[in-house]
């Protein structure tokens, strides 16, 4: 069980702004087949979506005027993923966050959602949704490699 608590763990740290990755500890798991595959692939979205859900209510609860101001003292990269994870909030809203589990600007899009204030239950589900696909491509594909 504690294998359980630590994939959560590791889940919900890998989808906040702190680095992580709850790939390489989903696929020991699946390695040592003590779990079944559906628990696993639901206790890491469950954990990665609160993670994601996190930064989004960083964003929520920041002042959003304060965050523009600070934006423009990012180096040229993170500017750039922020102008481009921006774009997507605006253009798409909530669908955006489907590709909340995507490298680099995931995170950044749950905090623009959030500082736009975007209705959280779609913002929650969607993020959800997101990691969940991810989660079951990634642990299908581990189980067939495995």
Same mark, same amino acid.
């Given at each position: 069980?504690?294998?359980?608590?630590?994939? *959560?763990?590791?889940?919900?740290?890998?989808?906040?702004? @702190?680095?992580?990755?709850?790939?390489? /500890?989903?696929? /020991?798991? #699946? !390695?040592?087949?003590? /779990?079944?595959? *559906?628990?696993?692939?639901?206790?890491?979205?469950?954990?990665?979506?609160?993670?994601? *859900?996190?930064?989004?209510?960083?964003?929520?609860?920041?002042?959003? !005027?304060? *965050? !523009?101001?600070?934006?423009?003292? @990012?180096?040229?990269?993170?500017?750039?993923?922020? !102008?481009?994870?921006?774009? @997507?909030?605006?253009?798409?809203?909530?669908?955006?966050? &489907?590709?909340?589990?995507?490298?680099?600007?995931?995170? #950044?899009?749950?905090?623009?959602?959030?500082?736009?204030?975007?209705?959280?239950?779609?913002? &929650?589900?969607?993020?959800?949704?997101?990691?969940?696909?991810? /989660?079951?491509?990634?642990?299908?594909?581990?189980?067939?490699?495995?």
């Amino acid at each position: 069980m504690l294998e359980i608590l630590t994939l *959560f763990t590791i889940s919900f740290l890998s989808a906040t702004l @702190l680095p992580g990755g709850s790939e390489a /500890y989903l696929a /020991y798991l #699946i !390695h040592i087949n003590e /779990y079944s595959l *559906f628990l696993l692939v639901i206790i890491a979205t469950i954990g990665n979506s609160l993670g994601g *859900f996190s930064n989004y209510l960083i964003g929520f609860w920041i002042n959003s !005027h304060w *965050f !523009h101001r600070k934006k423009n003292n @990012l180096k040229e990269n993170q500017q750039k993923r922020y !102008h481009y994870a921006n774009q @997507l909030i605006k253009r798409w809203g909530n669908w955006a966050l &489907l590709f909340s589990w995507t490298p680099i600007i995931g995170d #950044i899009l749950c905090l623009i959602a959030g500082l736009y204030k975007l209705n959280w239950i779609q913002s &929650l589900m969607m993020i959800s949704i997101g990691k969940f696909c991810r /989660y079951i491509v990634f642990a299908t594909i581990s189980e067939s490699v495995l």
